[in-house]
Every structure is written in structure tokens, then in C-alpha cells.
């Protein structure tokens, strides 16, 4: 859930299409357009339970010690109601209401009216305005790329108030942690329903809206693709981008500074949170420009599903590592911590030379080397809505020749790293390395549906070629 970076599978688009003479029909690939039961099944679910799992992780750190399992022991024995956790719970205050509302107006302030000016004195990187990929229904929508200038100015301003101004607390985050989590919920229903809204009354593009007549389903999975306000105001890459992972950083500083006060100082196994995650954070704003090219942007449509799960789901369950380490401080051996730290960068490693395989293909058109090699591929088409059909590479060599999702295998292996910092005393910290486990393997399944629709018999000769999904060999 929320905003994990996802690329399509290995596709170098050819900037030549030509018109389809013949009748087309709505081109299927995209969200889906009708719903199966047991995916109207597993909606229900996630809209019952998902807000529900973010309390229970949250709460059983703040009231058993990051136990999962107690809770549900004082439940089952009658040795505590419902109603004694509720209780202890800390309610939603005006501290956090403005914390957080100042918060998200600051991040929507750098998105829209700070232009980016990183691309112009950073070298290698791309920003300032950029294009995204063609829609289903022909579109291709501009975009202001600043994420990385939006993520240096937030942490020049942290570092700038811990060190100098103390305005606030370095452990706010922490200490209005629960309040905070209402707040974020708050922001992510009412963003999901006034995009559901919007999408009836004044979408953004009628062309690229899907009504499958399933409330429950077009609530969380989104009617309009690209729901925007004004020219810039984009919904999709301002909520999975920002205010979200500009805060996972923060977040775990504000686990760092905790872990100081608690202990007079902080662990090397927080430094490898703080360090690992980093990396990947400054790595997602980095490539933000290649980020619309994933499937978060080029095949989901904007529903509860990206913005509850933007604003809550990520922020709160991918931080759990240090959340974990402020109630168990951590210190890893010298070995254990080089070879955690080994796991994370080598997986960090195959993650970002199997993308930048990919983007060099694509930007190539296929006119390159990939391990000093002229890159093998397979042609294919597809369809836009509007009646185009467009020529694409399907890449075959490199990591693209090892497995179709390549890229998955070594964000996997860094979401390992991250968990195995934390020890092997509670199971807690372990969620992400499960969930992510879960979450990559059904977007290579739901992924290569998508593309199946969209390429065909195409899809059959590239999945000949490339047999194995995410570990060769194996699966």
C-alpha cells in the first residue's frame, strides 16, 4: 500500500505511433473495470481493517513494549477490556492538529510555488519541469519535479532548529506520535472522498476516469488517474511523494533524538535505520523524474488506496524499525552491523542498476550497452484509448534477463536489512520485510495482468524469454 517505487517492467517506448485505421474498443489496460468478488472481498477487508492494523502496531509500542502478542493475551483473559486500551490512548489535541496542519501547507507551499532550481547547479540530476507517460486515454501531463529540493530545505530547517533555533523540540514528532496518527487520518479520508467527488462532478480529464459502478471499489482504488487542481497541483505525485517520505526521514531523526534523551545516545543500530532508509528516500527524490514512469503514476488511478495510504499507512508502518528501537535500543556487534549494512547497500545496489538499466534502455531507445553489450529486447504495441497504437522494447538482458522484476529482489533484500537492526526478540519490526514481501509479490502478479491486457500475445513472447518473476531459478 502507498507510495513504494514500482517500475513497469523493462519497456523502451518508441516515440513513433501511428493512427489505427480500424474501430478500437476502450483499451483495458489500466485499473480494472470490473470487479471480481474476491476482489470486492479483499476491499471490504482493508477498508474495515487497515486503519484498525496501524493502531495496533502503534498502540502496542506505546502501551506493551512493542509486543504484538500481549494485547490480544489481556483481551482473551479478561484481564482488560476494549475499552482500558482506548482509554490510555492518546486523543487527538489542538498541538497536533496545527503541528500537522502546518506541516502538510509548508510541504504544498515547497510542491507548487518553489520552482526547482536543483537541476540547475546539481549535476546528473532531473528536475524542473518534465513529462509523464501517456495515459489510457492518449494524455501526457507535465509535471514540476522539486521533490529534492522540497526534502533539502525541510532538513536545512530541522537540523537548523535542533542546532540553533530550538523553536521546537527534535522529539516532537515522537512525543505527539499518536495524536499525529488522527491527524493523518483525518487528511486521508478527506482526500480520498473529495477525489472520489471531483471525479463525478469536475474530473480533470473525463477520458482517463474509470467507473466500474462498485462504490466500495472506486472509493479505494480511484475513478481519475490524474486528479489535479490548477496546472501543477497534482494529487498523485504530491501525496505519494510528498508529505509522506519527506517525513520518513524526519520520523526516524525524531526516533534518533528520542533514543539520546531516553539513553544519553543513540545506537548503531538507529544509525543503520537512519542511514539505510536515507539512502532510499534521497534515492526516491533523486529519480523522482524517472518516478512517473512507475506504475503508481502510469497504471493506478488516485483513490482511498494512495491517499489513506500515503498519509498513513506508509508513514507509520514503514517506521517501524525506529519506533521498535526507541523502546528496545539495539547495539549490534561489529560483524552484525557491517553485514547489515553490506545486505542493505548490495540490495540498494541491484534496485538501482536494474532501474537505471531499464531507464537507459528506454532513454536509448535501445541504442546503448548493458553489460557491455547491445541489449537484446522484444518488439511489441499497444493501444491508447484513443485509437493510437504505440511501439515499445521490452528489455531482455542485463538484470531484465535474470527476472522480470529484478528490481523487487533488491528492494526486498533492503527491506531486510532494515528489520534485522532491530534484533530477534520481538516479531514487530519484522512487519515491513513481511508486508513488502507480500505487497511486491501481488504487484508482479497484478502488474503482468495489466501488461498481458495491454500487449498480448507480445506479453507471452517476452514472459518466454524472461521465464523467472523475482528470484531466477525459483519464482
Known amino acids: 500500500?502507498?507510495?513504494?517505487?514500482?517500475?513497469?517492467?523493462?519497456?523502451?517506448?518508441?516515440?513513433?505511433?501511428?493512427?489505427?485505421?480500424?474501430?478500437?474498443?476502450?483499451?483495458?489496460?489500466?485499473?480494472?473495470?470490473?470487479?471480481?468478488?474476491?476482489?470486492?472481498?479483499?476491499?471490504?477487508?482493508?477498508?474495515?481493517?487497515?486503519?484498525?492494523?496501524?493502531?495496533?502496531?502503534?498502540?502496542?509500542?506505546?502501551?506493551?513494549q512493542c509486543s504484538l502478542?500481549?494485547?490480544?493475551?489481556?483481551?482473551?483473559?479478561?484481564?482488560?477490556?476494549?475499552s482500558d486500551i482506548w482509554n490510555k490512548t492518546p486523543t487527538l489535541t489542538y498541538r497536533a492538529a496545527g503541528i500537522y496542519t502546518l506541516w502538510v501547507t509548508f510541504q504544498v507551499v515547497l510542491y507548487v510555488f518553489i520552482p526547482d532550481f536543483c537541476h540547475k547547479f546539481v549535476p546528473g540530476y532531473v528536475g524542473g519541469v518534465q513529462e509523464g507517460?501517456?495515459?489510457?486515454?492518449?494524455?501526457?501531463?507535465?509535471?514540476?519535479?522539486?521533490?529534492?529540493?522540497?526534502?533539502?530545505?525541510?532538513?536545512?530547517?530541522?537540523?537548523?532548529?535542533?542546532?540553533?533555533?530550538?523553536?521546537?523540540?527534535?522529539?516532537?514528532?515522537f512525543d505527539n506520535w499518536i495524536p499525529l496518527l488522527w491527524c493523518a487520518n483525518i487528511l486521508g479520508y478527506a482526500v480520498s472522498t473529495f477525489a472520489m467527488i471531483k471525479s463525478y462532478i469536475f474530473p480533470t480529464n473525463a477520458k482517463d476516469c474509470k467507473?466500474?459502478?462498485?462504490?466500495?471499489?472506486?472509493?479505494?482504488?480511484?475513478?481519475?488517474?490524474?486528479?489535479?487542481?490548477?496546472?501543477?497541483?497534482?494529487?498523485?505525485?504530491?501525496?505519494?511523494?510528498r508529505p509522506g517520505i519527506v517525513a520518513w526521514t524526519l520520523i526516524n531523526l525524531?526516533?534518533?533524538?528520542?533514543?539520546?534523551?531516553?539513553?544519553?545516545?543513540?545506537?548503531?543500530?538507529m544509525i543503520l535505520v537512519n542511514v539505510l532508509q536515507g539512502i532510499y528516500v534521497l534515492d526516491f527524490f533523486w529519480n523522482e523524474s524517472w518516478y512517473l514512469k512507475t506504475i503508481d503514476i502510469c497504471h493506478d488511478h488516485f483513490g482511498w488506496y494512495l491517499?489513506?495510504?500515503?498519509?498513513?499507512?506508509?508513514?507509520?508502518?514503514?517506521?517501524?524499525?525506529?519506533?521498535?528501537?526507541?523502546?528496545?535500543?539495539?547495539?549490534?556487534?561489529?560483524?552484525?552491523?557491517?553485514?547489515?549494512?553490506?545486505?542493505?547497500?548490495?540490495?540498494?545496489?541491484i534496485f538501482r542498476m536494474t532501474n537505471h538499466q531499464k531507464d537507459l534502455f528506454r532513454r536509448t531507445n535501445g541504442n546503448c550497452k548493458i553489460w557491455g553489450k547491445k541489449p537484446e529486447y522484444i518488439e511489441c504495441s499497444y493501444m491508447s484509448a484513443d485509437g493510437t497504437k504505440h511501439y515499445s522494447k521490452l528489455l531482455t538482458s542485463g538484470f531484465w534477463g535474470w527476472a522480470r522484476h529484478f528490481n523487487y529482489?533488491?528492494?526486498?533484500?533492503?527491506?531486510?536489512?532494515?528489520?534485522?537492526?532491530?534484533?530477534?526478540?520481538?516479531?514487530?519490526?519484522?512487519?515491513?520485510?513481511?508486508?513488502?514481501?507480500?505487497?511486491?509479490?501481488?504487484?508482479?502478479?497484478?502488474?503482468?495482468?495489466?501488461?498481458?491486457?495491454?500487449?498480448?500475445?507480445?506479453?507471452?513472447?517476452y514472459t518466454a524469454a524472461v521465464p523467472y518473476r523475482l528470484v531466477p531459478g525459483i519464482f
Not at 219 to 241: H, S
Not at 310 to 331: E, F, I
Not at 432 to 451: A, K, Q, S
Open 1 to 64: 500500500m502507498a507510495a513504494h517505487q514500482e517500475k513497469k517492467p523493462s519497456e523502451g517506448r518508441n516515440p513513433k505511433s501511428t493512427q489505427n485505421d480500424t474501430q478500437t474498443s476502450q483499451v483495458q489496460w489500466g485499473r480494472a473495470w470490473e470487479v471480481d468478488w474476491f476482489s470486492l472481498a479483499s476491499i471490504l477487508f482493508l477498508l474495515m481493517f487497515a486503519p484498525l492494523i496501524v493502531y495496533y502496531f502503534i498502540m502496542s509500542c506505546d502501551q506493551y
Open 69 to 82: 502478542i500481549d494485547p490480544l493475551v489481556d483481551l482473551l483473559t479478561g484481564n482488560k477490556h476494549l
Open 133 to 173: 507517460a501517456v495515459t489510457p486515454a492518449g494524455v501526457v501531463n507535465k509535471y514540476e519535479i522539486n521533490g529534492l529540493q522540497a526534502w533539502i530545505i525541510t532538513h536545512v530547517l530541522w537540523f537548523a532548529n535542533a542546532y540553533y533555533f530550538h523553536w521546537f523540540s527534535p522529539t516532537i514528532i
Open 211 to 241: 467507473f466500474t459502478g462498485n462504490f466500495f471499489y472506486d472509493y479505494m482504488m480511484g475513478i481519475e488517474f490524474n486528479p489535479r487542481i490548477g496546472k501543477w497541483f497534482d494529487f498523485k505525485l504530491f501525496f505519494n511523494g
Open 254 to 269: 525524531s526516533y534518533a533524538a528520542k533514543q539520546q534523551e531516553l539513553y544519553g545516545q543513540v545506537t548503531n543500530s
Open 307 to 349: 491517499g489513506w495510504g500515503d498519509c498513513v499507512w506508509l508513514p507509520y508502518l514503514y517506521t517501524l524499525q525506529g519506533l521498535y528501537l526507541v523502546y528496545h535500543p539495539v547495539q549490534l556487534g561489529t560483524a552484525n552491523a557491517v553485514g547489515i549494512l553490506l545486505l542493505g547497500l548490495i540490495g540498494y545496489y
Open 409 to 461: 529482489t533488491g528492494d526486498l533484500m533492503g527491506s531486510l536489512a532494515y528489520c534485522l537492526t532491530c534484533g530477534f526478540e520481538h516479531i514487530l519490526p519484522y512487519f515491513y520485510i513481511v508486508y513488502m514481501t507480500i505487497l511486491l509479490t501481488h504487484r508482479c502478479i497484478r502488474d503482468e495482468h495489466r501488461c498481458f491486457s495491454k500487449y498480448g500475445k507480445d506479453w507471452k513472447r
